[in-house]
């Protein structure tokens, strides 16, 4: 590795897990479908810093960590270490990159082996690995405890002993034993109380400067990513939407799920709290089917309209939930309308109830009244849901709605913050989009 190498490069790292739905797909011999906790993600970490991975749960950053440390087989992709790639590292190789990186994770309860005592927990390491004699391992111990500002006279007690905020900070002791260069830190202040979360982000703070540590510091709060890290990278559904210097994240975010993460944090300021808020609508869908471009886009509140279309954001995303649920076949065709006399479930209304069945599925399926340019397109697809076809309705709503954010799927590009949207591609230039929002 030469000066200004990165210590971590992480490429187009894939990690599915394969699994069959369920006993019958087995007795049918179905194909299983993976599940892309992590699907393609790339991102360098350089000596002495903290990249913070944030995103909400289940978007893949465990098993990005877990993955480039080993503690989980890839899938596809390339992580270098040094310089080195770590997929390919064998024998003495493996077993110092073993040493050199380290993992923290979130639950101090359950990390912690209770058989064990808190002295052979943080030895542990030392044993593995050979390191020093008897007496040079217990010193080294009973300094780390210390370090991490428990007492060395607690080397003989049990983990149930301690609160979780100390459980943690054994944890990290552990983790250190082995004089590491990277650690990444896996949710480590998740579990603890408020009061203890910032006295542990300290000390972390404090023993990267001490050892020269380089950390991955995986969260779903923004406020201890803001705290710790120098840079952040957002990640949704296995995929990083956007990456950047904290300042210029937190301060400037680009990407709509950024600005929704961050605007779903409680503010201290009133007015702040008091003005609107986008917030997170919905889950976050199956990584066994993402959608299809951007993943973000089926709970984006700046989807792109075709550029021909003059329509405000709220009808064109009720009119593409329409389309979706007519592509999914979710919508009950049985018992339509009030008097429940149309039930056009068994192949569609007959030619002289289609207008009626039409109206009865419009004031079912949509919540507001259309400009009269839509409401002749959704009219003349739903008198086709009306008179059961279901291919024909969904393909006029997506010949006149269909999105660039759900054909193609965003680049993350270059430079020091990028991101993964297409308001910030060429599609940028004809929308209201980053320029307006300040
Ligand atoms: N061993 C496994 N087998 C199958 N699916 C898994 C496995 N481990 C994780 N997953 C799935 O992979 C996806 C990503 O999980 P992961 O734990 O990495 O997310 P996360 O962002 O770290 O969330 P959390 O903070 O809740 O742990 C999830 O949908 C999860 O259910």
């Known amino acids: 590795m030469s000066a200004g190498d990165p210590l971590v490069r992480v490429d187009d790292l894939r990690k599915y897990f394969w699994e069959h739905d369920s006993l019958l797909d087995r007795l049918f011999g179905d194909e299983p ?63 110092a990159f073993r040493r050199a990186v380290q993992i923290v994770f979130q639950d101090p309860f359950s990390s912690l082996d209770p058989r064990m005592t808190v002295g052979d927990i943080v030895r542990e390491p030392l044993d593995v690995h050979g390191v ?46 082995v004089e590491p260069e990277f650690v990444v830190l896996d949710e480590p202040t998740s579990a603890l109380d408020v009061s203890v979360q910032a006295q542990v982000l300290n000390l972390l703070d404090d023993l990267q400067d001490e050892f020269d540590l380089t950390y991955l510091l995986i969260s779903h709060d923004l406020s201890v990513i803001r705290h710790v890290c120098d840079r952040v990278a957002v990640m949704y559904l296995g995929e990083i939407v956007e990456i ?80 979706e649920r007519i592509e999914r076949r979710d919508v009950s065709l049985e018992a339509v309308g009030t008097d429940e006399r149309l039930d056009i479930a068994g192949g569609g209304a007959s030619d002289e109830d289609v207008p009626a069945a039409t109206e009865a599925l419009k004031n079912r399926l949509l919540e507001t009244e259309l400009p009269p340019r839509h409401e002749a397109v959704v009219d003349e697809a739903l008198a086709e849901l009306a008179a059961g076809d279901w291919a024909a309705a969904a393909d006029r709503l997506r010949a006149e709605y269909e999105s660039v954010c759900e054909r193609e799927a965003p680049d993350l590009g270059d430079g020091s913050h990028p991101v993964a949207c297409h308001l910030h591609g060429a599609a940028a230039e004809r929308t209201d989009g980053p320029s307006s929002w300040t």
Do not use: N, W
Request: with cysteine.
């Open 33 to 95: 479908v993976p599940v892309r906790a992590v699907d393609g993600v790339s991102f360098e970490i350089h000596e002495g810093e903290t990249l913070g991975l944030v995103g909400e749960s289940g978007c893949g950053k465990s098993t990005a960590g877990e993955t480039m440390v080993r503690l989980q087989e890839p899938t596809d992709g390339r992580v270098e270490f040094d310089g080195e790639p770590v997929f390919a590292l064998e024998g003495d190789a493996l077993d």
């Open 132 to 177: 020093g004699t008897e007496e040079e391992r217990r010193d080294r111990v009973r300094g780390l405890l210390e370090r991490v500002g428990l007492s060395a006279d607690q080397f003989d007690r049990y983990p149930h002993e301690f609160s979780g905020g100390q459980r943690q900070r054994i944890g990290i002791a552990r983790a250190l034993a």
């Open 244 to 323: 950047g210097p904290v300042d210029e994240l937190f301060g400037a975010p680009k990407h709509p799920y950024t600005r929704a993460l961050l605007e779903s944090v409680p503010r201290a300021s009133t007015d702040e709290r008091e003005r609107d808020r986008e917030t997170l609508a919905g889950d976050v869908p199956s990584p066994r089917d993402p959608p299809s471009g951007c993943r973000f886009r089926t709970r984006c509140p700046m989807v792109i309209p075709p550029e021909t279309l003059d329509i405000e954001q709220e009808t064109y995303r009720e009119l593409m939930t329409l389309r």
